[in-house]
């Protein structure tokens, strides 16, 4: 599967973004579905996670409350709606998709990227 991010941009804090993921090809509604991110100079981190039905949802604490993942599989697209963005927020955000588990995405399973689109939020 082919996946592509976009949305990304430059706002001041206390502001939002939303962040769409595009997915071309077979399979993607059987997948879980991740956004990561990496600040600069950092690893790349976990961010949010869904699962193929969207049941099953998890968020990094430092985004539980401000950020919301989303899917719609009909249109192959995942979102990550970010409202109260802080500085720390800053980095290149990725999506990703899981091909070993629907549920849960976990970053030592093989994962399927698109590239990342900058989110820089301002103080």
């Known amino acids: 599967v082919q996946l592509q991010a976009s949305g990304g941009g430059s706002v001041q804090a206390g502001g939002s973004l939303t962040l769409s993921c595009a997915a071309a090809g077979p399979s993607f509604s059987a997948y879980a579905l991740g956004w990561f991110r990496q600040a600069s100079g950092t690893e790349r981190e976990l961010v949010a996670s869904?699962?193929?039905?969207?049941?099953?949802?998890w968020y990094a604490e430092s985004v539980e409350g401000r950020f919301t993942i989303s899917r719609d599989n009909a249109k192959n697209s995942a979102y990550l709606q970010m409202n109260s963005l802080k500085p720390e927020d800053t980095g290149l955000y990725y999506c990703?998709?899981?091909?070993?588990?629907?549920?849960?995405?976990?970053?030592?399973?093989?994962?399927?990227w698109g590239q990342g689109t900058q989110v820089t939020v301002s103080s």
């Open positions: 990703a998709a899981d091909s070993e588990s629907s549920v849960a995405v976990r970053p030592t399973h093989k994962l399927y």
């Open positions: 869904i699962s193929w039905s969207s049941n099953t949802i």
